[in-house]
């Protein structure tokens, strides 16, 4: 089957639109570029080179806000998610915003302390393989909440906590028994999957957590998955929750905290068409309605849906191919740069950074492909495209999540540089990685 892109990113708001350039005396059309925000992608390209990471600010801040806004006849702390873009400038621009973290590791910590040392009161550390490492680095940092996920991570918390003579706050993260409908990679919910206590056990565990002196249950933890667009699985997730905090409550228990993680998904598809407020506040119903009356205060973690329709992918066409009627268009980035399709068979739109008048485009059908050596390697398969010739730009969308957060240097490729633009000024917020830079710690 053969899908055809919409060649128009016209109408994402407002991070990445065309526009029409106009040249010489009689400022005749030179044709639509695309933006990020004020500036020309074909300029950036050609200062920084391709491929390249282009996020931009005024999206994400944006996103944020509306996030934030949903949420806001409740108490609540969002807790931005690092995994899915964890450049400095990124969680900067979130910690100004008000956002705290969602961490699953030491080093997702430790960006955040850099980024803003202060923010390490608003972080939340999850994750089924937490090292006494990095919990004993979470205490010392006076985090918001560990939440736990084993009965022997409980007890390895508890003997961190105290060899510092602190207390440790925690959730159990619970697993609710909950079906989302998405990629089986990222679903989490289900009895089957290695996150979270099950919810009928969670009771016996708060109660043997509540017996030691140095843990502090303050609430309860759950996620579903991610990329889920649909809002009822997190409505059933919440409603399975709330009787647990009643019962928990009922034994005793001091239950502050509600985390329903994060998993809000974004249409990658005819992303133009959906108003993100209005999506936001849906999800701010299905998770807050069941908790009503609970009087908790709610922590979130989304990442996709804050940073991911904020960042393009901008690649450089560098063949043109034929084989036996199949036609390719081989660009410089590849699945080290951007993973989604090689590994969930994700899509992600792709349009032409210069595109002609609506009426002179010529679309075919072709696969897109990087130059690693896997038939893997691929950003769409028979896509039906505006016609690109060698040498032009194109942008794959949706890339600002789980895109340079899961790039490798597979085939010795540097990591491409990322750009955070503002208005009309672009800053280089990591550089192009460099051959030598891979070589450096081999002997
Ligand atoms: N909280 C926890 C505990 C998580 O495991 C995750 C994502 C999030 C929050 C953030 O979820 P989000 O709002 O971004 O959906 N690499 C995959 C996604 C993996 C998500 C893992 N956990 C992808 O590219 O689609």
């Not at 059309?29 to 020309?40: E, M, P, T």
């Not at 400095?88 to 705290?100: F, P, Q, T, V």
Request: charged share 25%.
């Amino acid at each position: 089957m053969t899908r055809r892109s919409p060649i128009t990113g016209a109408g994402r708001p407002p991070g990445f639109v065309y526009r029409e350039e106009k040249k010489g005396l009689l400022r005749r059309s030179a044709g639509l570029f695309l933006f990020c925000d004020d500036i020309a992608i074909t300029k950036l390209a050609e200062h920084y080179g391709t491929p390249l990471y282009v996020y931009s600010a005024s999206v994400i801040s944006e996103r944020f806000d509306a996030f934030d806004r949903a949420f806001r006849h409740v108490p609540h702390t969002i807790c931005y998610s690092v995994k899915a873009n964890s450049n400095l400038n990124i969680l900067r621009l979130l910690a100004k915003g008000g956002s705290g973290f969602d961490v699953v590791s030491g080093g997702e910590l430790e960006r955040v302390l850099v980024a803003e040392r202060r923010a390490a009161k608003k972080v939340v550390f999850s994750g089924v393989g937490k090292t006494r490492d990095e919990i004993t680095a979470a205490l010392k940092a006076g985090i918001l909440l560990f939440n736990v996920e084993s009965e022997s991570e409980l007890w390895t918390l508890a003997e961190c906590a105290a060899r510092l003579r602190t207390s440790a706050p925690l959730a159990l993260r619970v697993n609710p028994d909950v079906a989302a409908d998405t990629h089986p990679y990222i679903s989490t919910g289900l009895r089957k999957h290695k996150f979270g206590v099950p919810i009928r056990e969670a009771r016996t565990l708060y109660a043997k957590a509540s017996a030691v002196r140095y843990l502090q249950v303050t609430g309860v933890s759950v996620h579903i998955g991610s990329q889920i667009t649909e809002v009822a699985p997190f409505a059933e997730a919440m409603a399975r929750v709330a009787v647990l905090v009643g019962a928990l409550r009922a034994d005793g228990h001091e239950v502050n905290y509600v985390d329903p993680g994060g998993g809000l998904g974004i249409p990658y598809e005819n992303g133009a068409a959906m108003n993100f407020s209005d999506y936001a506040s849906d999800y701010s119903k299905a998770i807050t309605r069941p908790l009503r009356g609970l009087n908790v205060h709610v922590l979130l973690e989304p990442g996709r849906s804050i940073v991911g329709p904020a960042g393009a992918l901008v690649t450089r066409v560098l063949y043109r191919k034929t084989n036996d009627g199949k036609r390719f268009v081989v660009v410089d980035a590849a699945m080290n740069d951007l993973l989604r399709p090689a590994l969930y068979g994700a899509h992600h739109e792709i349009v032409p950074v210069r595109r002609g008048e609506d009426s002179s485009v010529k679309f075919e059908a072709v696969d897109v492909v990087g130059p690693v050596c896997e038939s893997g390697d691929f950003f769409a398969r028979d896509r039906e495209l505006p016609r690109v010739e060698e040498g032009e730009l194109l942008a794959i969308l949706d890339a600002g999540a789980y895109g340079m957060a899961l790039a490798s240097n597979y085939n010795t490729r540097p990591r491409p540089a990322e750009l955070l633009v503002s208005g009309k000024s672009a800053k280089v917020i990591r550089r192009r990685e460099k051959v030598a830079d891979l070589l450096r710690d081999e002997r």
